[in-house]
T-cell receptor, first 113, second 112 residues
């Protein structure tokens, strides 16, 4: 049982470069989410998708974009990375949007130099 | 402004005793609350949740209590075990916002 798979596990990236973090789920969940976790802070929502073909902005969307072409995949793209985007990124999914438990991947640790 | 607050960054409890983790929230539109457990280098793992129509939910050693008038919830773990040592996050949803709003977490340390 894979659940949510995130890739890469970690990455060091030069500022200004473009980077796509991958997220795939095999649970046929309708809703998917991207969060970032910074030292001393809880997880903060970047973008979400309630169903394939739709996306929405979370608390901290600036500098990030997402797409949801199908149910299983929800990639997060940094068009031009900046050092403040150094963080651990978690992808999550839930059966439906709203008041449901979300299930998380193991994260991507991203360092922007 | 933090809408979900966990005011204790860390908590140390002896093995076999009760662990009580606390969480306060400010947004009265939140109507669903969750607790997650997180080990280093892993994603958060869902533990237990509670809807605002209830004041208690129990699952094995884990019980969550909700006091809506005080905007406060707590997670009780009894008895505490060494494997419970982790960071615990309180989260909330509702109020028209998609996704979860998380607290900063409490690092629980179970001492032998």
């Amino acid at each position: 049982i894979a659940g949510i798979t995130q890739a890469p596990t970690s990455q060091i990236l030069a500022a200004g470069r473009r980077m796509t973090l991958r997220c795939t789920q095999d649970m046929r969940h309708n809703a998917m989410y991207w969060y970032r976790q910074d030292l001393g802070l809880g997880l903060r929502l970047i973008h979400y998708s309630n169903t394939a073909g739709t996306t929405g902005k979370g608390e901290v969307p600036d500098g990030y974009s997402v797409s949801r072409a199908n149910t299983d995949d929800f990639p997060l793209t940094l068009a031009s990375a900046v050092p403040s985007q150094t963080s651990v990124y978690f992808c999550a999914s839930s059966i439906v949007p709203g008041n449901q438990p979300q299930h998380f991947g193991d994260g991507t640790r991203l360092s922007i130099l | 402004d933090q809408q979900v607050k966990q005011n204790s960054p860390s908590l140390s409890v002896q093995e076999g005793r009760i662990s009580i983790l606390n969480c306060d929230y400010t947004n009265s539109m939140f109507d669903y609350f969750l607790w997650y457990k997180k080990y280093p280098a892993e994603g958060p793992t869902f533990l237990i949740s509670i809807s605002s129509i209830k004041d208690k939910n129990e699952d094995g050693r884990f019980t969550v209590f909700l006091n809506k008038s005080a905007k406060h919830l707590s997670l009780h773990i009894v008895p505490s075990q060494p494997g419970d040592s982790a960071v615990y996050f309180c989260a909330a949803s509702g109020g028209g916002a998609d996704g979860l709003t998380f607290g900063k977490g409490t690092h629980l340390i179970i001492q032998p």
